[in-house]
């Protein structure tokens, strides 16, 4: 029986330094994306976002599942929200996006 060795193969943790791999600027990134995806950042962001996304598969897996839930949600007939409704879930957002 053979040891498998728990480190990644050569060269792969040189490409997520190289695109600053690591939670912090995972969490940047993914602060980022609902405007990467509306094309509302600078050439030079979403080029820093590309490159991130190519070196980290996490990431990637991320967009990949958002796109697919925007594109969902775009096909999907929308009923109104009571007053109520919109309220509660404005609410919300900001409390998960004060807590980032």
């Known amino acids: 029986m053979t040891r498998r060795s728990r480190t990644a193969p050569a060269g792969k943790n040189q490409s ?7 939670k912090a600027h ?3 990134i993914l602060k980022q994306l609902s405007a990467y995806l509306d094309e509302e ?7 820093e976002i590309r490159k991130h996304l190519g070196a980290c598969p ?7 599942s958002l796109k697919q839930t925007i594109t ?4 999907h007939p929308v009923r109104p929200l009571s007053p109520t409704a919109k309220a509660r879930l404005r609410r919300q957002i900001l ?5 980032l």
Do not use: M, T, Y
């Open 72 to 75: 969902l949600c775009r096909h």
């Open 41 to 47: 950042l600078s050439r030079e962001v979403c080029e």
């Open 95 to 99: 409390e998960v996006a004060a807590s």
């Open 26 to 28: 995972c969490l940047k």
């Open 58 to 64: 996490n990431c990637e897996e991320f967009i990949e």
């Open 16 to 22: 997520h330094q190289r695109h600053g791999h690591g």
